[in-house]
């Protein structure tokens, strides 16, 4: 249900974009959309439950990750107006997103006791934890770096669009690299997603034609 709601933020970024930037999606864009919630459905059909506490989060999670992006590509819109250079590179979006994130990891960090944690953990004295930190921390750069040159080239409803994407190929190597065993809805899941990519690419060609 995770994923199937998750699904849901590209339907609310879509929205959010017409609103927003009077930007009208091609019938194939809503089509794509509507094609990964069906993909998401039939991948969670068999284990779906419900608990009002974590639909709240859920949803409250949706209407944010929605927010966060269609916030970003205004923030970037409104930086062309406002700067000299018409331009605000990927590295200042990066290094002012991150910036601005510290004060609410730091208080986060203080609430739930973790800097006592820190300070007593053995694995600060293990050369393999700082290695794999430190790679961590550098696989988190080139991602934000990513995620804001993609943004800033296209739109917030391709960026959340094409991030659902990448669970199709994810779920092909799981299957394939741990052996899962497949059955219909798995399989259904792919299948509609792939349609789904197949689908949005399309109308992006039409858009660019």
Not at 3 to 17: A, F, Q, R, S
Not at 120 to 149: C, E, H
Not at 177 to 189: C, D, E, I, R
Request: charged share 10%; proline share 2%.
């Amino acid at each position: 249900m995770v994923t199937v709601l998750k699904n849901v933020t590209n339907v609310i970024t879509g929205v959010g974009e017409m609103y927003l930037f009077n930007k009208q999606h091609d019938n194939r864009v809503w089509a794509a959309l509507f094609l990964m919630i069906i993909s998401a459905v039939s991948g969670g059909i068999t284990d779906l439950s419900f608990n009002a506490v974590g639909y709240a989060w859920q949803i409250a999670n949706c209407f944010l990750t929605a927010s966060y992006s269609l916030t970003l590509r205004k923030t970037m819109d409104t930086a062309k107006q406002v700067t000299q250079s018409g331009n605000l590179n990927e590295f200042s979006m990066v290094l002012l997103n991150n910036t601005l994130s510290l004060p609410l990891g730091l208080l986060l960090s203080f609430s739930f006791n973790e800097m006592d944690y820190l300070y007593q953990t053995p694995l600060l004295r293990l050369p393999g934890f700082w290695m794999v930190m430190t790679l961590s921390g550098l696989l988190g750069l080139a991602i934000s770096f990513t995620s804001m040159w993609f943004l800033h080239q296209t739109g917030a409803t391709t960026y959340s669009l094409v991030g659902s994407l990448n669970k199709i190929p994810l779920s092909i190597a799981g299957i394939v690299l741990f052996n899962v065993p497949t059955s219909l809805q798995n399989s259904a899941s792919i299948l509609f997603g792939l349609v789904a990519g197949v689908v949005f690419a399309r109308a992006k060609m039409r858009e660019k034609s």
